[in-house]
């Protein structure tokens, strides 16, 4: 996404100096799409172990962070402490001791960070963030939010990294953390306590066992046990992931394709959370990563009435396609029910491009050459970024205790 746009709608005021990962073969297939869609010369490529010195020569003003969840918070501070700004994939990082280092960095250098929330400019939830600033149900007391993903997106959680919890910080971490932004945007607040119940409940050797979904293979591309199960992904069938992942497994023996249903799998995959705002506002949350169907329903309850969202998304395998169609909606309704009169439909705004339109909005804030105003203040800093992941940390820590967790106990941003 990000590529794409340095390297298309923003390469008269931007340019991409370089790319930095762990994978040589991956950087290489990169630079041939590069060349191929846009007819670029190659980008300069650095090894992990060079970033300091890609840094240094290459003389950038930006540095954008993409890397597995559990080092984000490794590039964001060396990049400020090089005197660069950063723009950060979600989430921020992965606990709160590394988040605390991360603001420490913010505030020592005074580097600017922003983290790429595109959630809050899909049309949809811009027009929700509309509705509840102008007062149109009253006070906002009461919140509840349910996502689910799907048994292909869902699904592809517990198939790479992410499914170990040190890299990813569970789904509460690396998915909701896009959830609990958008409610702490939509109401203004932030999160004072949060309790949570958590399993694996599908996914998993147990549950597979158990269910009759368990398969006798590791990996599912080229092995005998993975033909015919609705849940193996063969890396071949896609260019993209037989390029980017299966022709690039040699270089770092990452496996983009594990079964599900095998061991070692750590993060949860049915997650119910309540979360009490400092405003007095209530949320009850749930994810589901086995769902028939993907998308999300959140209602809002407020002194003069009630709106009800609901969307239905496109299912999608990262990287498997384009990112264009990552979290399309299928279809989508907004209702205003106030107190004592008829409830009525909201028009939402038709979005192009991933995310329901809302990656191009995101992008031309990033990238754009001129600065607008937004009255719906959907650019995200750093307390941002810490807000969202304080919610899904505390969570994590209620599911191993089974009590309650105040956020400031975690990190006293106050």
């Excluded at 949809?124 to 906002?140: H, T």
């Excluded at 890396?235 to 095998?262: H, I, M, P, T, W």
């Amino acid at each position: 996404m990000f590529s794409e746009a340095l390297l298309k709608d923003y390469s008269r005021t931007t340019s991409l100096v370089a790319i930095c990962d762990t994978n040589p073969k991956r950087m290489d297939e990169h630079n041939r799409i590069y060349q191929e869609k846009y007819g670029v010369k190659p980008i300069k490529t650095y090894g992990a172990d060079e970033f300091e010195k890609m840094i240094k020569k290459e003389v950038p003003h930006v540095v954008i962070v993409t890397t597995v969840d559990r080092t984000h918070d490794e590039y964001i501070i060396r990049a400020m402490e090089l005197g660069c700004d950063v723009i950060t994939e979600k989430p921020m990082t992965t606990d709160e001791v590394k988040c605390r280092a991360i603001l420490d960095t913010v505030e020592r250098t005074g580097r600017k960070l922003r983290v790429s929330f595109n959630y809050r400019y899909a049309p949809s939830r811009s027009k929700a963030k509309e509705l509840i600033m102008s007062g149109v149900i009253g006070d906002v007391k009461s919140v509840h939010f349910e996502w689910l993903l799907d048994t292909t997106h869902g699904a592809d959680y517990f198939r790479r990294w992410h499914r170990d919890k040190l890299n990813s910080g569970g789904l509460m971490v690396h998915k909701s953390t896009h959830h609990f932004d958008l409610v702490n945007w939509w109401l203004d607040t932030q999160p004072e306590s949060v309790f949570g119940l958590g399993s694996l409940a599908f996914y998993g050797k147990v549950n597979g066992e158990r269910y009759g979904n368990y398969r006798p293979y590791y990996r599912a591309t080229g092995s005998a046990g993975a033909k015919g199960d609705p849940f193996a992904l063969d890396l071949r069938k896609d260019d993209n992931l037989k390029s980017l992942y299966y022709e690039a497994e040699k270089e770092d023996g990452y496996l983009r394709d594990q079964n599900v249903f095998g061991d070692c799998i750590s993060i949860e995959d049915t997650m119910n959370v309540l979360v009490r705002y400092k405003t007095g506002a209530q949320m009850s949350y749930t994810l589901t990563a086995y769902s028939p169907w993907e998308g999300f329903r959140v209602a809002f309850n407020g002194t003069k009435g009630r709106i009800e969202l609901e969307e239905f998304e496109k299912s999608y395998v990262s990287a498997g396609n384009s990112h264009i169609s990552d979290g399309v909606s299928k279809s989508k309704q907004l209702t205003v029910f106030p107190h004592f009169e008829k409830p009525y439909r909201v028009e939402i705004p038709e979005g192009k491009g991933g995310h329901g339109g809302g990656d191009v909005l995101l992008l031309e804030d990033l990238f754009g050459a001129r600065k607008r105003k937004d009255p719906l203040g959907r650019a995200a800093g750093h307390r941002d970024g810490a807000l969202s992941i304080l919610t899904g940390i505390a969570a994590n820590q209620s599911f191993d205790t089974g009590v309650p967790v105040k956020i400031k106990d975690l990190l006293d941003l106050d």
